[in-house]
């Protein structure tokens, strides 16, 4: 297990050669990471598949917004059940805030009902550095030919008040809605909302 | 029975002390006012003074990479009028990769109100402020005040008491370019150039744009020196997919802030 963690580790500082930030429009490059159980996830195995990334700190006021009112996991449930993959990717660096191990992130997707797909584990921020993951949460839609689709912020009331979920336009569920009918996404690019993501100093 | 109890307030404990980590404790607000009284038909700036521990900080209107500036919804007596906040220029605050705007220690975010014509003299208007902000230090916590004033209505009013918050705070308003000073703007690729002709010739100059998503925030502005003129050099946000038209924000030069609001050519390109 823990050799396992070192190999990811090591894999994953190569990821970090591409430094550049990814564009709307644009390939991404494959990834790496290894998931909450210990398996490594990687993009191209998905290929043929929306793929959402979400980045997630559980101490961040704006994330509680979306998983203490149930938001983000109705939403995982959702688009999972329509075929989506949904990573959840924790970027936060030892001792900061959201950082979790393994066995600390199970127990709380099991606490939150929460069913991403996996829980991607990125505690040297290589991932987040990959594709310029700036807070929490910080949303990211790759489409079936590995093209990102979508980059920006969960939705369009920028506040960590639970009461505005209601009335904000889902810019996930708006572009995977978009996307899947075959449309042009009608806002790729948001202002991602949150606090930032604790990386490593 | 004891013995449970003690052990589930053991539990407890840590999740106590988190509930208690308030926004208050880190940034105390106050509703002040630049005159002692309130005169009919003629302005008065209020203001809401945030005095934040070390080490924290609240936000701009453009907040940068992350965070939320305040916002704040008046309650005021009938017939007034508030108008919007006067911004003063924030410090970059650097947490690499990403850069925030915002502020630390102290700021006084104020705004002008009109009180109407007829008013009766000696009467106490209230006035409420509500406010929502945020403040961070490496962790964020949102908070809430309901803040309140009570003036009196005088025919002439005198300084308060805290007239030297609004004194400290004006050179920090931006303010228009002398006459004389021209700026222009271009996009050239990935950059974003805003050209300056000023006299003397500006060497420390700092940009914060007001449209969030328009420049990289947490990329070094860089300057070259050109003839009779200055260029700061932007880097585009890679979220930015369309031309834009006009680039609003403030210039800070030497410490004095600037409004900038330009249009964009798209002729070097």
């Known amino acids: 297990m823990k050799r396992n963690l070192w190999f990811s580790l090591a894999v994953s500082v190569l990821l970090a050669c591409f430094a550049q930030a990814q564009r709307v429009g644009e390939p991404v490059p494959d990834f790496q990471a290894t998931d909450s159980n210990g398996h490594i996830q990687k993009l191209s195995q998905y290929r043929g598949k929306f793929v959402v990334l979400e980045w997630h700190n559980n101490g961040c006021p704006y ?22 993959i949904w990573f959840t990717v924790i970027s936060s660096a030892p001792g900061l805030q959201g950082y979790v191990t393994a066995p600390e992130e199970n127990e709380y997707l099991k ?4 069913v991403p797909t996996a829980a991607l584990l990125d505690p040297q921020g290589d991932l987040g550095r990959l594709y310029a993951a700036k807070t929490t949460p910080h949303m990211f839609i ?13 939705d369009s009331k920028a506040t960590t008040d639970q009461s505005d979920i209601a009335t904000a336009t889902n810019y996930v569920s708006q572009a995977l809605e978009e996307a899947m009918g075959g449309r042009p996404v009608s806002t790729p690019t948001s202002r991602p909302y949150g606090c930032s993501v604790k990386y490593a100093h | 029975m004891c013995f449970l109890l003690i052990g589930s307030m053991w539990f407890l404990w840590p999740m106590a002390t988190l509930a208690i980590d308030s926004a208050d404790q880190h940034a105390k607000l106050e509703l002040v006012s630049e ?31 992350s965070g939320e500036p ?18 003063p220029y924030p410090s970059r605050l650097s947490t690499p990769p990403l850069v925030d705007y915002g502020y630390e220690h102290q700021v006084l975010l104020a705004v002008l109100i009109r009180p109407p014509r007829q008013l009766e003299d000696g009467a106490a208007e209230k006035i409420v402020a509500h406010i929502r902000y945020l403040v961070c230090r490496d962790v964020c916590i949102p908070g809430q005040k309901q803040l309140v004033l009570t003036l009196p209505v005088k025919a002439h009013a005198g300084a308060s008491s805290d007239l030297p918050v609004f004194e400290s705070t004006q050179p920090r308003l931006p303010k228009p370019m002398p006459a004389g000073w021209r700026i222009s703007a271009a996009s050239k690729g990935d950059e974003f150039q805003l050209t300056l ?17 328009q420049i ?7 300057l070259s020196v050109l003839p009779g003129a200055v260029r700061l050099h932007l880097k585009k946000s890679n ?19 600037y409004m900038v609001d330009i249009p964009v050519s798209l002729a070097s390109r």
């Not at chain 1, 606490?111 to 929460?114: E, G, H, K, L």
């Not at chain 2, 700036?45 to 609240?58: K, P, V």
């Not at chain 2, 979220?239 to 802030?257: C, D, N």
């Open chain 2, 70 to 87: 305040p916002r704040i919804e008046w309650e005021l007596p009938a017939g007034f009028k508030a108008g919007s906040i006067q911004w």
């Open chain 2, 239 to 257: 979220h930015l997919l369309k031309p834009i038209s006009h680039i609003q924000g403030v210039m800070v030069i030497s410490g004095t802030a």
């Open chain 1, 63 to 84: 994330t509680r917004k979306h998983y203490e009112s149930g938001n983000m996991q109705r939403l995982q449930k959702e688009w999972r059940d329509r075929g989506v």
């Open chain 2, 197 to 213: 002709k000023t006299r003397p010739l500006a060497r420390d100059l700092q940009f914060f744009p007001l449209e969030p998503e």
């Open chain 2, 216 to 222: 990289d925030t947490g990329a070094p502005q860089t």
């Open chain 2, 35 to 65: 005159q002692d009284a309130i005169v009919p038909h003629r302005q008065l700036r209020l203001g809401i003074r945030f005095d934040l521990e070390e080490g924290w900080h609240t936000y701009w209107i453009n907040p940068g990479d």
């Open chain 1, 111 to 114: 606490r939150m009902n929460a």
């Open chain 1, 142 to 154: 790759i489409d079936p030919k590995g093209v990102l689709i979508y980059d920006g912020a969960i």
